[in-house]
């Protein structure tokens, strides 16, 4: 992949178009709409005793339980980079995210702290790495 017609621009692009197949996730319960996981994390409470999270396998993204008590005190679930999922969606989202990896991978990114920095961008961690590149002048 030619590294030259990769913009910064491009990757942001695709970055949120992976970004928009996981959230939002919306309460069956009330309603309520929860547009990130900081959001989804922000406005509900945490089981106190929540299942045990999968454990993945090294290097191995798989997802993240994220069991909570919406405001309405229904219990709700969010999988968050859930690669297991077989459906149509899963199988866009998987794709996304390939892409937006292999175009970091092709200006020069380490692939582990692409994939890393990807996943605290879906999770609505900060990417410090990721906010220098995007609004670093391209040259």
């Known amino acids: 992949m030619a590294t030259e017609g990769i ?16 959230f939002p996730k919306i309460c069956g319960q009330c309603g309520a709409v929860f547009y ?3 959001d989804y994390l922000r406005k509900n409470r945490r089981f106190f005793r929540a299942p045990r999270p999968a454990i993945p396998a090294p290097n ?6 994220l069991y909570r008590h919406c405001r309405c005190g229904s219990a ?3 999988h968050v980079c859930d690669r ?15 892409r937006v990896l292999d175009l970091l991978v092709a200006r020069g990114w380490d692939r582990d702290i692409a994939r890393d920095e990807i996943q605290k961008f879906l999770l609505g961690e900060k990417s410090s ?4 590149f995007l609004t670093r002048r391209e040259n």
């Open 76 to 78: 709700l679930l969010a």
């Open 84 to 98: 297991r999922d077989e459906t149509e969606p899963g199988r866009r989202r998987r794709e996304k995210f390939q």
């Open 129 to 132: 790495l990721l906010e220098i």
């Open 36 to 38: 990130s996981p900081d």
């Open 60 to 65: 191995d993204l798989s997802f993240v339980q």
């Open 7 to 22: 913009s910064r621009q491009h990757i942001l692009e695709n970055l949120k178009a992976l970004h928009a197949d996981t």
